[in-house]
C-alpha cells in the first residue's frame, strides 16, 4: 500500500522535473523542492491515508504541464516548441540542388532529413536532385533505340531530337527548380510551427 | 455558456489578481507554502491547480515584494515561510485602492446596463 503511493507520488515528481527540463536548474530545483513539501504537508494531514486520498491530492496539485507552463511564463522562458531558429539544414539543401552531381545527390539525401517539409516537398527535391540519372539513362536508351546507322531521313530521327533536348536540358533545370520551389515552401513554413513528421 | 470560454474568461480574471491575493493572504502573517495554497484554493475558482502557485510565489520573491525565511515545523523537516516586505505591502495597498475604484465602476455599468 505504501509502497504503491510511493510510486505514485515518485512517478508524479519525476514527471514534474522532466517538464521543467527547460527552466534553469536553481529554479527547478526550487520549484521541486517546493512541490514535494506540500506533498509532504499534505501527506502529514491526513489521518488514514489510502492511495485515494493521494491520488486526489496529486489532482488537486495539478498536471505537471500545466505548472511548467506557468513557471516558464513566470520566469520568462520561452516555450520549447517556439524555435525561431534559421533552417540552416533546409538552406543547404537548397544550396546543393543547385550544384552539378554531388551537390543533386547530397541535396537529395538532405532534403529528408528536414522537419519543415511535408512528404510531397521532399520527393519533389528527391526526384528533381536525381533527374539527371534518369535523363542519363534515358538518354543511353534513345540513343540506343534511335536510327542505328540510318543518316537523318527517317521521321523518327527528327521526332526524337525535341526528346534528346528535353532529356538533355531537364536534368540541368530540374534541381534548380526544385530549389526555388523549396526555398518558397521554406519561406512559406517559416512563421509556422514546426512539423511534427 | 460554453465550459471553454468560462474557463478563458476566468483564467483571464485570475491572471492579475492573483498574485494580490497571496500578498494579501500574507498581510497578517508569514504563511509556509501548503498553508498558503490551501487557503487559496479554498476560495471559489482562484485556483484550478494548486501547484501553480508555486512558481507565483518563485515571482514574488524575485521581485523582492515577499522574502523567505526557514521555520522549524511540529512534525517533518523544516518550512519556507513567505511574509511580505514593505514594498510588498505597498503593492498590495495599491492593488486595494484600484481594485474597490475598480469594481465599484464596473458593478454600476453591470447593473445599470448603460440607463441613465
Not at chain 1, 496529486?58 to 511564463?73: H, K, S, T, V, Y
Not at chain 2, 500574507?26 to 475558482?45: E, I
Not at chain 2, 521555520?71 to 523537516?77: C, L, M, T, V, Y
Request: overall charge neutral.
Amino acid at each position: 500500500m505504501t509502497t504503491e503511493v510511493d510510486a505514485l507520488i515518485a512517478r508524479y515528481l519525476q514527471d514534474l522535473e522532466s517538464q521543467l527540463g527547460d527552466l534553469p536548474a536553481n529554479r527547478r530545483q526550487e520549484l521541486l523542492d517546493e512541490v514535494h513539501a506540500h506533498i509532504a504537508a499534505a501527506r502529514a494531514d491526513l489521518d488514514l491515508e489510502t492511495e485515494a486520498d493521494v491520488r486526489t491530492m496529486l489532482e488537486r496539485l495539478g498536471d505537471p504541464a500545466d505548472i511548467a507552463a506557468e513557471a516558464r511564463e513566470r520566469s520568462g522562458v520561452q516555450a520549447r516548441p517556439a524555435r525561431p531558429t534559421t533552417p540552416w539544414l533546409e538552406i543547404a539543401t537548397v544550396v546543393l540542388l543547385v550544384i552539378p552531381f554531388l551537390g543533386w545527390i547530397l541535396g537529395a539525401v538532405l532534403v529528408w532529413l528536414s522537419r519543415l517539409w511535408t512528404t510531397r516537398d521532399k520527393l519533389i527535391g528527391t526526384v528533381a536532385g536525381l533527374s539527371w540519372l534518369l535523363g542519363g539513362l534515358g538518354t543511353v536508351m534513345v540513343s540506343a533505340g534511335g536510327p542505328v546507322g540510318q543518316p537523318g531521313v527517317d521521321v523518327g530521327t527528327t521526332g526524337s531530337n525535341p526528346l534528346e533536348l528535353i532529356l538533355v536540358v531537364a536534368p540541368l533545370v530540374l534541381p534548380v527548380a526544385a530549389a526555388i520551389y523549396l526555398g518558397l515552401r521554406l519561406r512559406r513554413r517559416a512563421g509556422a510551427p514546426a512539423a511534427t513528421g | 455558456m460554453v465550459p471553454a470560454k468560462r474557463e478563458s474568461l476566468i483564467t483571464q480574471m485570475r491572471r492579475g489578481t492573483l498574485e494580490y491575493c497571496v500578498l494579501a493572504l500574507l498581510r497578517d502573517q508569514p504563511r509556509y507554502g501548503f498553508d498558503l495554497v490551501r487557503s487559496l484554493s479554498q476560495a471559489d475558482g482562484l485556483v484550478t491547480s494548486e501547484g501553480t502557485i508555486y512558481p507565483l510565489l518563485g515571482r514574488l520573491r524575485r521581485d523582492g515584494l515577499v522574502t523567505t525565511t526557514w521555520h522549524e515545523s511540529p512534525s517533518g523537516p523544516p518550512r519556507r515561510y513567505y511574509q511580505l516586505t514593505a514594498e510588498g505591502r505597498r503593492a498590495l495597498a495599491l492593488f486595494s485602492t484600484e481594485w474597490d475604484r475598480f469594481t465599484d465602476a464596473v458593478d454600476r455599468l453591470l447593473q445599470q446596463g448603460g440607463s441613465p
